[in-house]
């Protein structure tokens, strides 16, 4: 049965993502200046092999998630086409943003993302949670309950 554990997001966690041979995002989590990173992140477990991570943001509210999606996500000419988000987030209050959720290429299609989202679900009830999805994965954000914000790539559950 697969667990989640917290493991301090540090150097040490920062070497392991970049020796991953697979996990999306591992190289560039790997590369990230301390402030980048969350103090935290989330390690899903079967059998104690890692299987996958997630990198999770709590925030009190919706200027932080856009300045982040302003420096991460968007390029300063394509803002305009965004406008549904920032319409969604500008005034929210105690959410969550999932940056980062990785299952590696050898665990795939076992269920451990829908895992770990379920856990996330459990662990935070009451807040809405956001996530920036590529094409490829659009299809599992929508069997896990998120839905399109607007005419964005963004997506939120709650």
């Known amino acids: 049965m697969p667990t989640v554990i917290t493991k ?7 070497t392991l993502l970049s020796e991953l041979k697979s996990g999306y995002h591992a190289g560039e989590m790997s590369k990230k200046e301390k ?6 992140i989330y ?3 079967n059998d104690n092999n890692m299987v996958g991570y997630g990198v999770i943001w709590e925030y ?3 200027k932080q998630l856009i300045h982040k999606a ?4 968007f390029s300063h000419d394509e803002k305009y086409l965004e406008k549904d988000f ?3 987030i500008k005034n929210k209050t105690d959410f969550v943003f999932i940056e980062a959720l990785d299952v590696l290429k050898e ?5 451990y993302a829908a895992f770990f989202i379920n856990w996330l679900k459990v662990k935070y009830p009451n807040k809405k949670m956001y996530v920036y999805t590529l094409d490829k994965s659009r299809n599992f954000w929508f069997k896990q309950g998120f839905e399109v914000v607007g005419n964005t790539v963004w997506m939120s559950f709650h």
Do not use: R, V
């Open 60 to 62: 009190n509210n919706g």
């Open 35 to 40: 402030s980048e990173l969350p103090e935290e």
């Open 8 to 14: 301090p997001f540090d150097q040490e966690m920062q």
């Open 86 to 88: 920032y319409i969604e």
């Open 107 to 111: 665990y795939e299609g076992k269920g």
């Open 70 to 73: 302003e420096s991460d996500y």
């Open 43 to 45: 390690i899903i477990e």
